[in-house]
Structure formats: C-alpha cells, structure tokens
DNA sequence: GAAATAATGTCAAATGTTTTACATTCTGAC
DNA sequence: GTCAGAATGTAAAACATTTGACATTATTTC
C-alpha cells in the first residue's frame, strides 16, 4: 500500500491534520467520476473497491483493511476516480487532503522515490492479474482468492464473506462460485458456512491455485 | 507512456546515452523473472507485451507501438519483470539503463512528480480495465478493442492485426474472435480482410462498445 | 421464541465458449 | 503462374456459465 511506504516522519505529519470519519454498512465513501481532493486511510473496518455497473449489480477489485490507503491514484493523476468504493460494514477512516500531501511530499525527495517504487509494484501486481485472468479454471482462481484473503495465517484461517461477495470479486454469479467452492470443500481445502469460509489447508489451496 | 512525460532535457540525456537494438519478427526482447538493468524505448516497429502460458499459447496485454515505452515499471520496483516482450516483425528499439535513468531522475525531481501521475493515470486505466474485463459481451469487448487500435482516426481506419493476435489481447479463441467480429461486419460496423481489419465507422463501434 | 431477513444449496433450461476439424482464400516466394 | 504457408470462415459436439426458480438453513430483530 502507498501511505505505509512513506517516511514515518511525513506519515506523522499527515495524520495529525486529517480528518476523521466514520461510515456506516453499504455507505458510500467515493463515486466514479469525482474529482479527488485528498486519499483515505483506514484506521478500522473494511472497504470494498469496485464498480458500480449500470444495472445496479457490483463489480469488485479489492476489498481493503485497516492499514489499507486508497484514492491516492486519482490525486497523483489529476483525473476523476475510476472506482466506487464502499464501507463493509462499519469503518472508520482518515482523510488526508491533495493539497496538505502534494505540499508536504516535496520535502520528503525520498518518500518520493518510494513511492515510484510503491505504485510500479502495485501495477505489476495488477497487469499481473489482468495476464492471467482468464487463465486456470473458476475453482483454481476461488483457490487463489481464498489465500490472498487469508492472508499470511499458517492454518485454519477464517474468512468472514459471503459467496456473492466472492462471486463479485471473481466477476462470476454466485452460482458458479458456489460450485468451485463445492469442489474445494470436496478436495477438504476449505469449509463452506454462514457468512464465512474456513480455509482448511492454506498450503494445498495455494498449489490447487497453480493448476 | 512514462519516458514521454519526462522533462524533454532528460529525455535527450538518456537518448544520448542508449544503445540501439534491432529484433526480427518474434524475437523474444524480454522474459519473465528476468531483473531489470533498464528499460526500452520503441524507435520503429511494434512491440507485443504478455505472458507466455504453460502450453506455449501466449496471452496478450497490450501492442505497443512508435514512441512508447516499456519496462520501467521493474526499474523502479527492483523486482523481477512480470510479462514476456516479443517483437512484432522488425522493430528497433533504444535501451536505456536502469542506473543511468535513476542517477539523471534526482536533478529533475519535476519529472519525478509527471513520472508520480503518469504511473498513477496508467494504474486507473488498468484498474478500469479489470474492473469492466467481464463486463459486456465478446462483440462489445471486440468493439472496444478496435476503436483503441484504430486510434483516433476520425473514418476508415485500417488496422493490421489478425484475428488470432485479437484473440490473445481479449483472451478468447480466434473461433470466437471471428464469431464477435462476424457480428461487427454484419452491424456495417466493420470489415474482415487477410490480416487487417477495417474499421468503417468509429463512432458507432465506439457506441456499440458501450452496450 | 416467532417472524423476518440473509445466505446457502441445488436444479434445469438457455446461452455462450472452446475444441476439433476441415475447406477456402489470400499472400509472398520462386 | 504455381506452390507453400498463413490466415480466414464455418460447422458440430463437448463443455461451462448464466439465468431463473425454489427449498433450506442460519442469523437477526422484535
């Protein structure tokens, strides 16, 4: 993420004249088409990043969390925001304004550089997952989600989300997601529940990610 | 593309600088897991970027072309390249290396914040591009694809692609690709030729895109 | 604890995509 | 001009995904 690759210092600096706000479950925080005049950081709670499409349905891009910072994109680029994002759940977050960053940024020549580093990586890991979005079947891409969202837990991790959230993610019907999970669960990678899914074995999901 | 945003003196320093290579048709210019010691420049010619799967089929990313550039994005990350460059026929193109371009990068930090919005704007396209890769049907997705290629020329466009290369760059079969394009001929939108496609009216293929 | 709401599980029909296969057309080389 | 190679056009079968529908189970609300 941007925000965490800056200098401690400038982070400091930043915070201490943001703004906090709360945000409620299904609120939006940003919509396509605006122009930005600052980034968020998440200090609680969780975000969904996506696209609204015309017949109300969602299409996800990420699903962010505490430490997480988003928007900064728009204000670099001086052009409108490309995605919606939404509060999953209650969030509380920090605003920090274009102008105080961009201002602050020109004393910090390293943060700079860092943060070239920062948003290369970030759209090498996206053009990435644009190469091999069609590649591999729908359990194998389910397999590879369910790790990126259980994170670095060795074991029994516990994801809380709902197939027509992971369907979202997977730009699939949640008919579709719930047969590759099926499989998984048949494989014993994963349990499927109310709400959540216990990843069983983290280490033979990953490889099932790679078939 | 990023090494056109740069200040015009240090564009003129790293030209100065870079070594001129020439590649035949298919010739393999960069591959993945590589590190990077630079970054290129295209002189002539075009330049296909994208990833070389398993079974030796290749799925494309983009077709770069005549002042466009590639392979910073590893400069910049210190990690290793993620996609597979092939030349196009004949293409010749300048290299620039990493440290030159890094040690020139500190004397022009106004180049360093275009870099900060050119790397941003170029994230949200991508961005925007995963978000809608699913998004309308195979004609729509083709629709689009060609009004990108056949830039911006106002009517009859002619762009020399064949229907295998634009099934990689949508990542579909050349069958379905012929279907989708099949569909565009029958709209007048379009017409089929060996090896090119013609695109008869820019405006309502940009319309249909939207479908 | 009953009712309302949210989420899952599953099915069958319709649709879309890939695979396989082969004929045809175009282009460049000789 | 003929031939070989490249590219297109198309069809049928196999396979995968979506759509729409409905039953079931879990959770929350009152």
Redesign the interface.
Known sequence: MLFSSLDPALQAHLLRGSAERRYEDDQIIQQRGEMADGFWLIEAGEVMV??F?REGDF?A?ALLGKGDSYG????????PR??DAVSRGQSTLRHISAHRFLDAL?NY?AS??A?????????????????????GTNPARMAELLVNLAGEVRREARVEITQQELAELL??TRVTANAALRILQQAKLIERGYGTIIVRDRDRLMQFALD
Do not use: K
């Open positions: 996506g696209q499409l299409r891009v900064e994109l728009a204000v670099f680029s001086h052009r490309i995605v020109g020549p700079m550089r943060l070239l580093g920062a948003l290369s990586h970030q759209l090498q890991d996206t053009l990435s997952l644009l190469a091999g979005m069609r590649r730009g699939i």
